[in-house]
């Protein structure tokens, strides 16, 4: 019996290692050759040199058509305004986009107003693919603008992981039903007994592959020494965030040479901002408080790197908790963030992973556009003052588990690897 179950345990585990591996393949056809531009032609980006747009055109007729999309955009870059807006970008913002159209429009509307905007470089990164969310962001005039996509998406896998797989194991089977069943991963629940969700699992998976392909398979990135600055679909900028962004790149020369991370926003919407705009403090970087309009240099960067192994592993399928969790534990020293008192970035959304109905974005508009006049004369602060510095430490938590599949660890893993 013995015998038979370790038979069983180890064809499973093969089982995983050739998904992956197949996976992986996959994406080596069309992403690993970085120096090999033979029979490419002039297509080919080498340095900041943009492919041409002609040869991009994204096909969503069929599956295999919207794999070899996704595939060969990711490998051409091609860099919309180029030509329009020329030179080296002095800021990048990564947007993480799903499918929200319509709190994407008001991200790209706040962007617009934005003052400098023509020298950003605008990333955005989609696990969703449809005509719909490509033509908001090919629609954009008014900077640089890149397109990066998810490869490991579930609408590119309906019925194979990292999509749900129908063999899998349901979310609330127990184990010893999972066992006698023998659906695919039955010896992995998470912390709580639970077994994996594809639509839960897809945005920490989203996030880990986003940090690595922007700093190191980005070309235009290399080179690229300041902070990036990263967003979701449903934020929104205020007019003064690149003013603001400097001073504090500044400030933390002058006065916090040792802050990890900025936090351009926080949670606390416009609640008094008028007295709180010139306003920064510094602290621990925290999950809940910290996660919106983060930006993050090279070297932090390097830094999350080295902890690949217990991001991937670790049972919480938020992104943000895990990063929290490494804080203090692998990251030996807890990360220090300069956070804006006054928020210059948003959350618009009123809809998200766990609610999917009665979204109202026009109601959200509305609001921030009356909160934005009545607080516009903080805007442009001329100087900033550090209001408070708080203790550095490790701020533990309960994990919320949704990741304990061996399949999502391996798959996690395999991102920071130059394929």
């Not at 998904?19 to 032609?41: H, M």
């Not at 020369?253 to 991370?261: I, L, N, T, Y």
């Not at 994990?399 to 599949?405: E, F, I, M």
Request: aromatic share 12%; hydrophobic share 35%; proline share 4%.
């Amino acid at each position: 019996m013995r015998f038979r179950l370790l038979k069983k345990n180890l064809l499973a585990l093969l089982g995983v290692s050739f998904v992956i591996a197949t996976l992986l393949f996959s994406t080596r056809v069309f992403l690993v050759k970085e120096d090999d531009t033979s029979g490419l032609g002039s297509n080919v980006i080498q340095g900041n040199h943009p492919a041409r747009s002609a040869d991009l055109t994204f096909s969503f007729e069929s599956l295999p058509h919207l794999t070899q999309s996704v595939y060969h955009a990711n490998f051409k870059q091609y860099i919309h305004n180029a030509d329009t807006f020329p030179g080296d970008p002095q800021l990048v913002l990564v947007v993480q986009v799903h499918n929200r159209p319509e709190y994407l429009k008001l991200l790209v509307r706040s962007l617009e107003k934005a003052a400098e905007v023509h020298s950003f470089l605008l990333i955005f990164s989609h696990d969703y693919f449809s005509e719909e969310i490509n033509a908001i962001v090919q629609g954009i005039t008014f900077c640089k603008v890149l397109q990066i996509y998810f490869p490991f998406s579930t609408q590119l896998y309906p019925n194979e992981f990292p999509g749900q797989d129908p063999r899998d194991c349901s979310r609330d089977m127990s184990k010893d039903n999972a066992v006698k069943t023998g659906c695919l991963n039955a010896e992995h629940p998470d912390s709580y007994g639970h077994y994996r969700e594809a639509f839960i699992t897809q945005t920490k998976h989203h996030w880990w592959w986003k940090l690595h392909f922007v700093w190191e398979r980005v070309h235009v990135m290399q080179g690229y020494s300041s902070f990036v600055v990263f967003l979701e679909e449903d934020n929104y900028i205020l007019p003064d965030f690149f003013n603001f962004y400097k001073s504090m790149i500044e400030f933390r020369k002058k006065s916090c040479p040792d802050c990890d991370m900025l936090a351009l926003g926080n949670h606390n919407a416009l609640t008094g901002f008028v007295k709180l705009s010139n306003q920064v403090m510094t602290t621990t970087w925290m999950s809940t408080k910290h996660n919106i309009g983060m930006a993050i240099s090279r070297e932090v960067y390097y830094k999350l790197m080295g902890c690949n192994t217990e991001f991937c592993s670790y049972d919480d399928y938020n992104w943000d908790w895990t990063l929290q969790h490494l804080s203090g534990t692998c990251i030996s020293k807890p990360l220090k963030v300069l956070v804006a008192q006054g928020s210059r970035v948003l959350h618009t959304g009123d809809c998200g992973l766990h609610q999917k109905e009665n979204c109202k974005p026009e109601l959200a508009l509305q609001k921030v556009e009356e909160n934005l006049q009545m607080v516009k004369e903080g805007l442009f602060p001329p100087s900033l003052v550090l209001s408070g510095a708080e203790t550095v430490e490790h701020k533990a938590h309960m994990k919320n588990g949704g990741w304990g599949d061996i399949r999502d660890h391996m798959l996690c893993n395999n991102y920071a690897k130059r394929l």
